[in-house]
């Protein structure tokens, strides 16, 4: 005898669209779950880092994997009289001693208000490129650092292809009620990952 056949009736259909549905949300759940895993992974992997940089505390934030060593040093130069106090921080890659980032904290015994300017702050973020780089050109523009207006650039065609970055900034002159008297130069061979992580959450007190 010949196997009757039996079309599929409403109740086949209403269940297989209700398996489907169940397995989309299943799936849909899971990747929601990897999404959110990452992130919390990623936001686990920075800390916000505090350093002495003579009379400065010098934060930022910092990826937990890249380990680095620190250094300070101190130099006093003198300018048309006007005394120059600096403070320098330099981090050390563990793994990688040719990726630094250097941060120099100049306070000065008498300020002159074009110390500040746009302009003034340019030509140091251009000049300290092709000091320390040996650059053969820069493009420095207006950014922000820490929050606060200043220059931020990199260099092009650096000695031995290096990454060269820098930033330059007024650290007192945000508010009106603090008189500006000290400059900070950012210098960074690190990578632009690391570098924009450090500028844009540094905080110097």
């Known amino acids: 005898m010949l196997p009757i ?5 409403v109740s086949d259909h209403v269940c297989d669209n209700d398996e489907g549905r169940t397995v989309n949300r299943i799936v849909l759940f899971m990747v929601l779950l990897v999404l959110v895993a990452n992130v919390s ?4 992997s920075v800390s916000h ?3 002495q940089c003579g009379r400065w505390t010098v934060s930022f ?17 003198e300018d048309n009289r ?11 890659s563990d793994e990688d001693p040719v990726k630094t980032i250097k941060i120099s904290i100049m306070k000065y015994s008498k300020w002159n208000s074009s110390l500040a300017e746009q302009s003034n702050l340019m030509n140091l973020a251009n000049s300290t ?17 820490g929050g606060n207006p200043g220059m931020v650039g990199s260099g092009l065609e650096c000695r031995n292809g290096q ?17 500006p008297s000290t400059l900070a130069i950012i210098l960074s061979t690190y990578d632009q990952d690391s570098t924009d992580r450090l500028v844009n959450s540094i905080h110097i007190e």
């Open 41 to 44: 992974a990623g936001e686990a």
């Open 49 to 51: 880092i505090s350093e």
């Open 163 to 179: 990454i060269m970055n820098v930033a330059v900034y007024c650290v007192d002159g945000s508010s009106l009620a603090i008189a």
């Open 5 to 9: 056949y039996q079309p599929a009736t």
């Open 61 to 77: 934030d910092w990826s937990d994997t890249d380990g680095y060593a620190k250094s300070v040093s101190q130099a006093d130069n």
């Open 82 to 92: 006007v005394k120059i106090y600096t403070d320098t921080l330099t981090l050390t």
């Open 129 to 145: 490129l092709i000091k320390s780089g040996s650059c053969k050109d820069t493009r420095v523009s207006s950014g922000e650092v």
